[in-house]
């Protein structure tokens, strides 16, 4: 992504990229085990990795006053929806 100029989007577009791959594989050979329990256990314990961030997101309600409705939709549209999505798709494609 940096030969387009855009840094920012190299995790963006692996695992996208990654995506692609395991839909391929999925069509062409079945997922090892391993990797469907790897994804369960990864999940499970990702929820951790929401704790400081949730901290964080404490400290800027109680400084933002009038702007605390557009910092919920935000913090909804880009956390709750694409895990909800992720999970989704985990349950349907593994």
Same mark, same amino acid.
């Given at each position: ?42 999940? #499970? *314990? ?11 997101? &404490? %400290?800027? /309600?109680?400084?933002?006053? #009038? *702007? ?11 956390? &709750? %929806?694409? /895990?909800?999505?992720?999970? #989704? ?6």
């Amino acid at each position: 992504m940096t030969q387009f100029n855009h840094p920012e989007l190299g995790n963006l577009v692996g695992l996208i990229a990654l995506l692609m791959t395991l839909l391929v594989w999925r069509n062409v050979h079945k997922l090892p085990a391993r990797l469907v329990d790897t994804n369960n256990k990864i999940m #499970k *314990e990702s929820a951790f990795a929401f704790l400081p961030i949730s901290a964080g997101s &404490l %400290i800027m /309600l109680v400084q933002m006053g #009038k *702007e605390i409705p557009l910092f919920l939709i935000v913090m909804f549209i880009s956390t &709750l %929806i694409p /895990l909800w999505v992720y999970a #989704k798709m985990a349950k349907r494609w593994l």
